[in-house]
T-cell receptor
Framework: DAGVIQSPRHEVTEMGQEVTLRCKPI?????LFWYRQTMMRGLELLIY????????DSGMPEDRFSAKMPNASFSTLKIQPSEPRDSAVYFC???????????????FGPGTRLTVT | GESVGLHLPTLSVQEGDNSIINCAYS??????FIWYKQESGKGPQFIID?????DKRQGQRVTVLLNKTVKHLSLQIAATQPGDSAVYFC?????????????FGTGTRLLVSP
């Protein structure tokens, strides 16, 4: 299994530009999560999907952030317009909902390091 | 990806020693307490969890202890190896969120010297 795949691994952009981060969850996992990690705030849940439907987006910081999951194998996190304070590592994670699976185990991708100058 | 860096509490141990990483939590209503490990350049990885009605749970080389009286969680790693060097996060999970919303602590860096 290839694990959760994220692209790009690194993104450097200028303030005001649109940024799109991509995620491919593990096949068969029906939950998908987007997290942001910074030194100041640690690891924060932004939004999560179940069966491609957004369930809880209360962690999305502003309207500049949006996330979509058009199908079971692909999700995007978009920031438009980007600002320097959006600089962080963004992680995507997935998990299955099958009975018996550890409830707290999420499988994280390698992350995308975003730098907004 | 990169783990959160420069200002984390750090625990330095020698290879072969036992390590104890501590975490204080605030939410008495949490149903599960969890430990994740994050190696440099990688995403967090699940290690072990414990249900709130338990005091101790053992895994392979790891033991998690839960003290609900003082809201304290610890992770014990036996015979620590250089490959255990990483940042360790405690996290909480709750039934009323469908067990989907992990709340992570700030992390502790473990450095293992050969």
């Amino acid at each position: 299994d290839a694990g959760v795949i994220q692209s790009p691994r690194h993104e450097v952009t200028e303030m005001g530009q649109e940024v799109t981060l991509r995620c491919k969850p593990i096949s068969g996992h029906d939950y998908l999560f987007w997290y942001r990690q910074t030194m100041m705030r640690g690891l924060e849940l932004l939004i999560y999907f179940n069966n491609n439907v957004p369930i809880d987006d209360s962690g999305m910081p502003e309207d500049r952030f949006s996330a979509k999951m058009p199908n079971a194998s692909f999700s995007t996190l978009k920031i438009q317009p980007s600002e320097p304070r959006d600089s962080a590592v963004y992680f995507c994670a997935s998990r299955p909902s099958r009975t018996g699976h550890r409830r707290s185990e999420q499988y994280f991708g390698p992350g995308t390091r975003l730098t907004v100058t | 990806g990169e783990s959160v860096g420069l200002h984390l509490p750090t625990l330095s141990v020698q290879e072969g020693d036992n390590s104890i990483i501590n975490c204080a939590y605030s939410n008495s209503a949490s149903d599960y307490f969890i430990w994740y490990k994050q190696e440099s350049g990688k995403g967090p990885q699940f290690i072990i969890d414990i249900r709130s009605n338990m005091d101790k749970r053992q895994g392979q080389r790891v033991t998690v202890l839960l003290n609900k009286t003082v809201k304290h969680l610890s992770l014990q790693i036996a015979a620590t190896q250089p490959g255990d060097s990483a940042v360790y996060f405690c996290a909480e999970n709750m039934k009323n969120t469908g067990f989907q919303k992990l709340v992570f602590g700030t992390g502790t860096r473990l450095l293992v010297s050969p």
